[in-house]
């Protein structure tokens, strides 16, 4: 199994509602990733996880909230989110979070914010 | 400082008129850089990994070379199945920090028409 598998594919949400993307893999790695896409802009970096504890954080509003319950398991909780952020949130994982490995990406989650 | 720029922005393609992409960086210590393909809508899809200068690595129609200062991303012979926006990516050093996310350049936007 090499997939990373992401749910919800789209999402629509209001700026007072709170939702969860939920990602997973099975593939054994220690290192999950959380990047932002906007239309035909490069994928920016949110959060990294090695081994189930957050190593960086690239300066993201609250109003995004990271989770690694296990190996497998991460979460982006959103709460009050605002019209910008409408994007495709896309999840990756590497073995274990060292500079030469290559990342596995999901088919990410199109957000839209009304 | 360190940065990763790619050109051309987008490129139209005849089938079988072969070209090359570059991406052109400046990052101290370099540990690999990476190329990506995807596709609208999808996460980026592995495609390379080149750690050292004069290093090339081939797929198919395409194939990947490195040198100190750029990485070349040559398409032979392209068909329609290889329209797609190819990224490449470097690991930066956040000297405050320690960090050293993936980032990726703004990518290229290659069409190719039967």
């Known amino acids: 199994d090499t997939e990373v598998t992401q749910t919800p594919k789209h999402l629509v949400m209001g700026m007072t509602n709170k939702k969860s993307l939920k990602c997973e893999q099975h593939?054994?790695?220690?290192?999950m990733y959380w990047y932002k896409q906007k239309a035909k802009k490069p994928p920016e970096l949110m959060f990294v996880y090695s081994y189930e504890k957050l190593s960086i954080n690239e300066s993201v509003p609250s109003r995004f909230s990271p989770e690694c319950p296990n190996s497998s398991l991460l979460n982006l909780h959103l709460h009050a989110l605002q019209p910008e952020d409408s994007a495709l949130y896309l999840c990756a994982s590497s073995l274990a979070g060292a500079q030469d490995e290559k990342l596995f990406f999901g088919s990410g989650t199109q957000l839209s914010v009304l | 400082e360190d940065q990763v720029t790619q050109s051309p922005e987008a490129l139209r393609l005849q089938e079988g008129e072969s070209s090359s992409l570059n991406c052109s960086y400046t990052v101290s210590g370099l540990r690999g850089l990476f190329w990506y393909r995807q596709d609208p809508g999808k996460g980026p899809e592995f495609l390379f990994t080149?750690?050292?200068a004069g290093e090339e690595k081939e797929k198919e129609r395409l194939k990947a070379t490195l040198t100190k200062k750029e990485s070349f991303l040559h398409i032979t012979a392209p068909k329609p199945e290889d329209s797609a926006t190819y990224l490449c990516?470097?690991?930066?050093?956040?000297?405050?920090?320690?960090?050293?996310?993936?980032?990726f350049g703004k990518g290229t936007r290659l069409s190719v028409i039967a």
């Open positions: 990516a470097v690991h930066l050093h956040r000297s405050n920090s320690g960090n050293t996310p993936l980032v």
């Open positions: 080149l750690y050292s």
């Open positions: 593939m054994g790695h220690r290192a």
